[in-house]
């Protein structure tokens, strides 16, 4: 039995696909797999993207998130899906400063720790940037696939140093025709949410957190 606890933005949240995104699909398949068993493998999926979010933002708001999802009764399992935001270029200025975002990932590790041993990061996945530089709804902004590569090896390292489960999506979407994977640029389409939700589902079970 276990609460699974989904951090992350927009892509989290599940914009863009007509089944509601990668982490509402990971729900509906253990809702189900929790009611055939009848309930003897009872898996909770609580999908906590908030579009816009940075490491900042999911910082600022975790600990208020996590606390009452952490069951005496339950195993927590956290999922924290990020380095897109951080990545947007500002005037040729990152939103968050790749050093700041060090340091970010870093305490969201430590608290994270602190509620779960069984903790998964997934990081950005890839842009076409023809669409997105500027980005439409934000025309000040601007992501770029070379800078979102930065952020990706970022966040792998910091994983890989503190001996944190990661899951690349950028160079599965990147070489594998990713624009087909993509509705207005940024984010995955429906066939690009389905891809992750199976990488991520394929994970869990590899590792049996479900």
Partial sequence: ????????DSITFGF???????????KKYLLDKSINEKLEHDLKV??????GDTSKEI???FDNETRPRNWTSQETVVIISIGLNDSILINGKNKIPIKESKKNI??????????????????PTPVEESKVTPMPWSPSESW???NIRKYNELVKNICKQNKVDYVELFYLFYDND????????GHPNTQGHEKIFNIVKNFLEERKYI
Wanted: glycine share 10%; no cysteine; aromatic share 12%.
């Fill in 1 to 8: 039995m276990a609460n699974i606890l989904v951090f992350g």
């Fill in 16 to 26: 863009y696909d007509t089944k509601g995104g990668w982490a509402d699909r990971l």
């Fill in 46 to 51: 609580y999908n906590l993207g908030i579009s």
């Fill in 59 to 61: 910082i600022d708001r």
């Fill in 106 to 123: 870093q305490l969201l590790l430590k608290k994270a720790k602190k509620y779960s041993k069984k903790i998964l990061i997934t990081g």
């Fill in 144 to 146: 770029r696939n070379y």
């Fill in 178 to 185: 990713y624009k087909k994977l993509l509705s207005d640029g």
